[in-house]
């Protein structure tokens, strides 16, 4: 049935036809409890009837116009973002690596415009920020990059969570330092407050731009609208996409006034970016997690959710050695193979989702509810059984 798909995946053997909240259902008709979200993409669940209604009702109107045109929906959506973050402008798009693409030339521009010969951005080891050349030339890992050569060049990489490193590192070329404040794809890895604190001190004291990638840690995923507010320090630009179309594909590249001087008219764009049905999409979503008290709601079921998986490395210590992440975005270390574990989860019916690191990620919609985790655990503890009888 997957013949003519490009083998760039290998997807379980599964469709699932029908979502609903925190389950997906298989054809034939098997429940899973879905702990991957898409890929910390589906934050509000599946068919949640805001989003539904917000969809349909935009379907009926208008799907697609171009930015030649004004679209109020993309006005509107840009006004929250800047209402609700650091930024004051944003730019729509359809994806993270588009979002970071966008991030890359702002920084390039912003330079180039004052005349200035700075360009270079600084990444950090175990990065992840997308698969075009670009984000594949800033992430620099080699399982990404083997057989794309050669690779943009502008880019220079040290050690994540080393201040000096990235001291070091900066010449006078540096234009910007773009960093995950958890890095996702990588194991979730936290960045060290003092070291996001550091980056920003670095940035003021040379005039760099200080960028986040939060395609990942955004929208609430980790208890917080975006996860630098746990720092106490804000970036000049910072990429989205993942949770903020909860499911429809959108992105988005905020950024200060000052980050984005330099794009002027023509310097960027993208046809579907602002797209109607993108943006009555994440606009839906914004309701949603903007309300009082949603990410409360968040904090209070990660606290929840990660306390009861030290309860499973407890019981469990030859399969699971240790838990990481905040609010829902946690993982599990593991000292079998992480892809064992996930697909021993699979066959017991909860999703999860493997990372660097050798961790099982565990990404719930923020909707999740208490017995939904513990649904999930009774999962976890019977899958860490079974891989510890072997
Ligand atoms: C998923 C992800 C991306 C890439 O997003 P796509 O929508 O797949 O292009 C970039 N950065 C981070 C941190 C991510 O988690």
């Not at 034939?28 to 589906?42: H, M, N, P, S």
């Not at 729509?92 to 970071?100: F, I, L």
């Not at 940035?203 to 980790?222: A, W, Y």
């Not at 904090?299 to 050695?321: C, E, I, N, W, Y």
Request: charged content about 20%.
């Amino acid at each position: 049935m997957t013949q003519s798909v490009m083998k760039t995946y290998a997807p379980a053997d599964v469709v699932f036809d029908k979502g609903e909240g925190v389950f997906l259902f298989a054809e034939d008709g098997k429940r899973f409890l879905d702990f991957g979200a898409g890929v910390a993409v589906t934050c509000l669940g599946h068919a949640h009837p805001h989003l539904v209604a917000a969809l349909t009702e935009q379907a009926q109107k208008l799907w697609h116009c171009s930015n030649l045109y004004k679209i109020k929906g993309q006005e509107r959506f840009a006004r929250r973002l800047a209402e609700n973050t650091f930024a004051d402008v944003a730019f729509s798009c359809n994806s993270g690596a588009e979002a970071n693409e966008c991030a890359i030339k702002v920084a390039r521009k912003h330079f180039a415009a004052k005349g200035s010969d700075r360009y270079r951005i600084l990444t950090f080891a175990g990065a992840f920020h997308g698969r075009t050349m670009a984000t594949l030339s800033a992430g620099k890992q080699a399982k990404h990059c083997d057989g794309f050569g050669p690779m943009l060049d502008g880019f220079d990489q040290v050690a994540f969570n080393d201040l000096d490193a990235a001291k070091a590192a900066i010449t006078d070329k540096t234009a910007a330092i773009l960093v995950e404040p958890v890095q996702g794809e990588g194991g979730m890895r936290p960045a060290d407050v003092a070291f996001l604190q550091g980056l920003r001190a670095l940035c003021d004291e040379h005039g760099l731009l200080l960028m986040f990638d939060e395609v990942q840690t955004g929208v609430g995923r980790t208890g917080k609208l975006f996860a630098h507010e746990w720092a106490g320090v804000t970036p000049d630009v910072m990429a989205i996409a993942k949770g903020i179309g909860g499911g429809f594909p959108v992105g988005a590249c905020l950024a200060t006034n000052e980050a984005a001087s330099g794009m002027a008219p023509g310097s960027h764009g993208s046809t579907y970016g602002g797209n109607p049905l993108a943006m009555a999409a994440a606009n839906a979503v914004l309701d949603v997690v903007l309300e009082d008290g949603f990410l409360d709601h968040v904090s209070k079921m990660g606290a929840l959710f990660k306390a009861r998986l030290q309860d499973v490395v407890d019981a469990h210590p030859t399969v699971v050695t240790g838990v990481r992440g905040r609010g829902l975005m946690l993982a599990l270390e593991c000292k079998v193979t992480n892809t064992d574990l996930v697909a021993k989860c699979f066959a017991n019916g909860l999703l999860a989702v493997p990372a660097g690191d050798n961790v099982m990620r565990l990404l719930p919609p923020l909707v999740v509810q208490e017995e939904h985790i513990e649904a999930a655990i009774a999962i976890l503890m019977r899958s860490c059984a079974e891989l510890s009888e072997k």
